[in-house]
């Protein structure tokens, strides 16, 4: 009766709590929360009873009514980037995608750059923007006027001399090629051409952002300031709600653009406490705790190396579908992406956590 879309495993889940997902063969420690989606890890408390609280009052009204989390979510994710600006929200990061696409249409015409990784979603428009042939290739013809560049600052600045760019479309973080990370000469460019005017840059942060990388967003490790900025996974606290942030432009006039459902106010109450949790303390131990997990990927014996920053992190390994089962068999849940493991763990996950996930996967194949 369902649509053969997805593998999944063979659980039946009770309850997840934390770092823990209760099943009927078992509790597995979960290394990715919901791939990303649970940033403050399951059923985080002031989450569950912000849902408890709203929907008891209502679950959904319609953007003919102004929700009040719907502008405390905006300041906060403005705040996190320290400019003014505004913000559209949506159902899911590949909503907010086509809002992007949609406000670089109104804004500037030319070319689309997007770079060989990068993965934006699966809506078409999206698709479009999204490495990978074999998963494009059955819906073509997708958007015209998009080239792929290798992550190369040469490549980008050739390309951008020789023709009208409307926009870059940037994951400082690729996701799902297995966490790699902007390469410093590619961000340089980036930062040049951009501060000369030669593209409007759009920043793919619904991974990578809300604290992910031990930054409000990825491209703050690189100095950028992009003009768009896209969000989804951790800012609905388990539910879905995607957003666009836009500076310094004001893409869209009332009718432009918009959705039944977003935002969902439900939706808004599960993520802000996820949001407003995002202090600089809070932070820093991101950072910390990431370093404390690289330290300990690094030395288990299947891993040949370790990428990444913050609390996403990849880890190459020759052997990924082994170790993902031999973790299995041991209580511990692990994602392949892109040939690696990706660990998003809760970023709130605690030291002991992390060393027990690391003891279980101290496995030789």
């Not at 770092?19 to 408390?45: N, R, W």
């Not at 870059?168 to 973080?173: A, G, I, R, S």
Request: proline fraction near 6%; aromatic fraction near 8%; glycine fraction near 12%.
């Amino acid at each position: 009766m369902l649509a053969p879309l997805y593998g999944p495993l063979p659980l039946a889940v009770e309850r997840a709590e934390g770092v823990e997902i209760f099943t009927d063969k078992g509790v597995f420690l979960d290394c990715y929360a919901g791939i990303g989606v649970m940033a403050m890890g399951h059923s985080y408390p002031p989450s569950v009873e912000a849902v408890a609280e709203k929907s008891s009052r209502y679950m959904h009204l319609s953007n003919y009514f102004q929700d009040p989390d719907g502008l405390r979510m905006a300041e906060t994710l403005l705040a996190l980037d320290g400019r003014d600006g505004q913000v559209a929200y949506s159902n899911s990061g590949a909503e907010a995608t086509e809002a992007a696409i949609k406000a670089v249409k109104v804004l500037r015409p030319g070319k689309t750059v997007s770079f060989r990784g990068n993965f934006h979603g699966r809506t078409c428009g999206a698709l479009s923007l999204t490495w990978g042939p074999t998963i494009r290739k059955p819906f073509e013809p997708l958007l015209g006027d998009v080239v792929f560049l290798p992550q190369e600052g040469d490549s980008l600045r050739d390309f951008c001399r020789a023709n009208d760019v409307s926009a870059v479309f940037l994951e400082t973080f690729q996701g799902n090629s297995g966490v790699i990370p902007c390469p410093e000469d590619l961000a340089d460019a980036i930062r040049e051409l951009h501060q000369e005017g030669r593209f409007l840059l759009v920043a793919d942060e619904i991974q990578s952002g809300i604290g992910r990388t031990g930054k409000g967003y990825g491209y703050q490790h690189y100095g950028l300031k992009p003009d768009l900025v896209t969000l989804g996974k951790g800012i609905g606290g388990g539910l879905p709600l995607g957003a666009l942030m836009a500076f310094g432009h004001s893409p869209f006039k009332q009718g432009d653009h918009g959705s039944t459902f977003a935002p969902n106010p439900v939706a808004l109450a599960a993520g802000l406490p996820v949001v407003e949790a995002m202090t600089e303390d809070f932070l820093a131990e991101v950072t910390r705790k990431g370093e404390r997990l690289r330290k300990g990927l690094a030395g288990l014996p299947w891993v040949r190396s370790v990428r990444g920053a913050g609390l996403m992190i990849g880890a190459l390994t020759d052997y990924a579908p082994g170790v993902s089962k031999m973790a299995f068999d041991r209580g511990v849940l692990l994602n392949v992406a892109g040939g690696a493991i990706r660990f998003l763990p809760a970023l709130n996950i605690s030291d002991e956590d992390i060393d027990r996930m690391l003891e279980a996967l101290r496995f030789s194949l």
